[in-house]
């Protein structure tokens, strides 16, 4: 947008990118994202719910209206319902002025499934069947994040804030996730499609001009996994592994953005390392080698400029649990074995004066999880086997979770809507919240105070306790 200024505004730790405080003056037009309900071709108009409030709007589409992001076609004819679009509209008469097709179902949801890999899956879930997965509930939480930015110089118009909502994942049930003031439910606009939460908070003469504060609070039941080997006429484990959909799958298995598996000196890294997959070798041996693997030949490093891309953790050799939870996700899936990371922070309370790498830190922190057919998703976590881990076999953090961590989103390179100021990417959002401003006045000088604290809600039950205490969990070789 003309006259617009970005600024990296704060120093929010290992795991999110400094955020952009953005700063406009007034503007001609509207602009809006949203998901297109319906489509009246006769009326030449567009139903699009506005991402956040949920409020529909009903569009105009005229001859000098510019529609892109249709593959094969640049003409309005190709819009669909259920596609996420940006709009750039004439805000007096409705009448759109540029929709752009961000997320359209049809490019992302084709099946990936054939005759071939359908049997190359039997084959892994056979050869999968040497483990089990126990699962047992540990605790209900609930966490808050309270958040304040004060920029002294800015005087502002509106503020509007993104926060990462709490998926329902294998390690953690029951989740729901608030934000106040505001909070609407939506979601990102990459193919990821992770859910989010956005407030648009009206400034007024007498407070938040210059300061805007929020609170996020979560609830969840953390859930404990533990990979054994099964004993011999062992059938089963205390859970079956839910098949994996395919649209899951291909999530789990793409490529791009920071997961640059293309990058030669991944490529090479692979190589050195002698990665290829073998034809006996079933996912979860092949994902214990990576594991050692990146154990053995990297060390651990955090600051706050650190870059997370393959290109660049292969070539130092040393990263942080975001670039080595990346990395041990970025080689299974070269296999064709899905895998994803983890962005969160730990399940307990923020501790006063706590750093990391001379930073002010809350408990962020980044794990990888990958699927084994047959099995589940079996959890890894590369930088703390790799810091913590001091016994002779090193996979204290390979196929066990305690239960002790709250996943805000899966994987990297969320697309945030910023309502004015169109998509805008960022790497991660568990460091802090998401803060667009408008306004005028100065950008100098951002101020950001904020602080993590957990409690637990409830016990888990007694036959989960007694099931727990009775359990031994060799590790897996």
Known sequence: MAGATFLRATRLGPLLTALLVILSGSTSGETLSGKIRSIDRIA???????????ADRTLR?????????????????????????????????????????????????AALTTAPVIQEVATRADANRLYGLTTATVRSIEAVLSYEMMVPGVRATEWVVVAAQAPELPGQMNARSSMDPGGHPTWDLSP???P????????????????ITARVQYHSTLMSRHLDRRQAGDQGTETDAIPLGAEERRRALAKGGTYESDA????????????????????????????????????????????RRLSRVCAARRSDCGGLSILFAAA??????????????????????????????????????????????????????LVYDQSAEGLRNFGHDEGDFLTLHVDPDLVLDTVHFGPQPTPFLNGGLGVWVVGSGSLVNPRVRQDWQVREVGAPSRLNRLAESMRSTPTPR
């Open 61 to 109: 589409i005229d001859r000098e209206s510019v529609v892109a992001g249709l593959p094969g076609s640049q003409e309005w004819a190709g819009l669909g319902v259920g596609q996420l679009v940006r709009v750039t509209l004439e805000a007096e008469t409705a009448t759109i002025k540029k929709l752009q097709v961000v997320v359209s179902p049809t490019a992302t949801g």
């Open 192 to 194: 990821g499609h992770r």
């Open 332 to 385: 299974l899936r070269t296999q064709g074995i899905p895998a994803r990371i983890l962005v969160g922070r730990w399940a307990k309370s923020a501790e006063p004066g706590a750093q990391l790498g001379g930073s002010a830190y809350h408990q962020w922190h980044v794990k990888a999880e990958f699927y084994a057919d047959g099995v589940g998703w079996i959890p890894a976590d590369p930088a703390a086997g």
């Open 196 to 211: 989010l939460l956005v407030s648009r908070i009206a400034a007024n003469a007498h407070e938040n001009t210059n300061r």
């Open 264 to 307: 030669p000196e991944f490529r090479r890294w692979m190589s050195a390392e002698s990665l290829a997959m073998q034809p006996q070798e079933s996912e979860i041996d092949y994902a214990r080698r990576v594991f050692l693997v990146i154990k053995r030949s990297f060390t651990y490093e955090y600051h706050e400029t650190l870059d």
């Open 44 to 54: 030449r108009t567009v139903n699009v719910q506005a991402l956040g409030s949920g």
